[in-house]
């Protein structure tokens, strides 16, 4: 599967967190809201001008810039084309 | 038969030796955990306290403490703490934290043991900060909260097991609803008992990083069978709408809007019936009193000025009623969202957003709130623009020259008044200052690195009637001792000054007075706004507060034997043009009227240069854009 950057997922898709290029501060904090290799992410939505955009990571959801969002890498799983949001709920 | 049992047991237990090498006796509890899982809430029940409560990251930004009455344990101290994601610390809120937590903080005993905080919603994430937590070796008790959203919402927990795993006793609770919390008191006794619980310590994770915490975290949930709850089905379809493209900003203004229209439609009339009986309690109260200088000191010096603030009390908790519905909603979250694009196109971060806007409130909360943002420069600009947004101190200013010179025309049907347009325009003002400020400190004074927007959005709530009761009884009552401390105090200075000196046994007539003399010394400077001396006597005098001025108007319009009569808003009328009055709330909208702010900018940036720079420059714009207001409306009507 392909690793993109998570500010080019499409609102909609799910997939897999591979990496975090930025700096300790950052990733530290957004490793603590649950922004590690191996978690999954779906992009749920996008604030009103577009940026920033919401994900739901690990049952939490989390408002962030395009600027900081481009340096997340994610291994897309699932690339629906439906993204009305609430077919995405748990399905596990 | 028991009571004499318990006359014998008490003083047993008071005469158990102390082993030697043992621990003092138990003192102090931490309660610690991450942003928004509910500590404050928890603290307020178990202290039987207020700190404030809502529903977004980062309420809590300085440590507070409280004896532990509603359990009956007066004897042990809670300390309640800001919430950390781990004990590496970023922002100043979290050191403030983990200083405590680890003994540090001067003046504050270092905790005997810890209450442990996770939000049991989402406890995968939440256990991350279990295991530094732990390794501080203190006995902890780990408290899942809200329970009820967990089983709402179809989620699970064995505590038991989960207990087995982290080698501390855990507990569900549910700190809103008072649920599970006879906990805490058994782990305390056990605690200050060194009672073995049963527990054996466990192998915590050897390196304390992210990643390893992390993956600690997700084998002890999964091994416990944790089953996390459902997302709840209710935030994401209101947030469909209330983020939607078009309909978020338009809702967003219609909530603006709306606060105002109720301020006015409902809250003037309750203000005047207020006004109203007021006046003739006063009236009534003086037949009882001599006609001396006690009768003038107590009716026309301090009634006047103290009733002219009280009147507004309605109105005030009107607007705390709309801000505690959007609090604790976490509706702030969102509108934080929204708000980013503007936010960054003036350099700022988004989270400055969630200070500024609770500064519609009161700029000295807004002030301590900025201790979340990261970035030291962005910081201090946030601290430098707090005041320009419309606190709730402007707002009796603000609708008594609305209501004395605006007409109460209505558009729209009568959905939107010209009154409430007004009041939205000087809120606009406030905030425009405040953009425009904040541009030019990016441009010049300081470079800003551009920290992260990252932003947690907390699910919806429904804002319980009792929190949001306790909240406006905390805010009338903050207000009343306001207008029964500071606001007297000063309307008594000012009667003092405006009957000084005594001639012959008589009082100063008003315009020979002190106030007098020094109104008119200053009347040259403030007549190109359109302000008479009187006005000026005011202004001096909201230096303190910004309320102040109301009642130093109410006083010195009731000592007045020309407007004696009259009611303020009607002395007003008589006495300045509408391009004055307009100048005034102009003023207002810019000018550094509060002592308690200036303080508080010294308290945070340990300096006096911050605060005297801020209160000349806001003079500064607010004399200006008054002059302008009172040139372009006098030619104009």
Known sequence: MDVLALSDAKVGSAGVVERVDLPDEVSHYLAHLGFLPGTSVEILRRAPAGDPRVYRIDGVEVGLRNETAKHI????ISDTADNSPTATIEAA | MSCHATAVVEPIEEKIPTPPGAKPRMRTVALIGPPNCGKSTLFNRLTGMRQKVANYPGVTVEHHSGRMKSIGRNDLTLIDLPGIYSLATYSEDARVAVEVLTGKMPGVPKP????????????????????PVFSIGLPTLVLLNMSDQLEARGGKIDTLALARELGHPVALISAAHGKGLEAIPDFLLRAGSKLDDGLRPVQLPVLQSAASCRSWATQVTARTKYQSPAASLWTRRLDSVLLHRVFGPLFFLVVV???????FTLGQPLSDGMGAMLTSAGAKAAMWLPDNWLRALLRDGLWNGVQSVLVFLPQILLLFLFIGILEDSGYLARAALIADRVMRSIGLNGKAFIPLLSAYACAVPAIMAT???????????????????????RLPIYTLIIAAFIPNQRFLGGLLGLRALLMLGLYVIGFLAALITAK??????????HAPFILELPQYRWPTVTSLGLRLYDRGKLFLKKAGTIILGVTFLVWLFSVLPIHGGQFSAL????????????????RPLGFNWKIGIGLLSSIVAREVIVGTLGTLYGMDPATHSLGLQVALRHDI????????????AFAMQCTSTLIIVRRETNSWKLPALQFCYM??????????ANQVISRLF
């Not at chain 2, 005997?112 to 295991?131: E, G, I, K, Y």
């Not at chain 2, 030019?440 to 690195?449: D, E, F, G, I, P």
């Not at chain 2, 003079?619 to 302008?628: I, M, P, S, W």
């Open chain 2, 511 to 526: 315009s020979t007075s002190v106030i007098g003399h020094l109104g008119h010394w200053i009347e040259p400077v403030l």
């Open chain 2, 619 to 628: 003079t500064t714009v607010a004399y200006v854009a008054a002059l302008v």
């Open chain 2, 440 to 449: 030019m400190l990016n441009s010049s004074v300081m470079k800003a690195s």
């Open chain 2, 371 to 393: 201790r979340t943002i990261e970035n030291k420069r962005e910081r201090i600009a946030t601290i430098l623009i707090a005041p320009f947004m419309t606190c709730s101190a």
């Open chain 2, 577 to 588: 043009t509408l391009g004055g009055a307009i100048a005034l709330v102009v003023f207002f």
């Open chain 2, 257 to 263: 809007i709306a606060v105002f229209q109720v301020v």
């Open chain 2, 112 to 131: 005997d043991c810890v209450l442990l905080v996770l939000d049991a919603t989402h406890l995968n994430r939440q256990l991350m900060l279990a295991a």
């Open chain 1, 73 to 76: 890498f994610l291994r897309v």
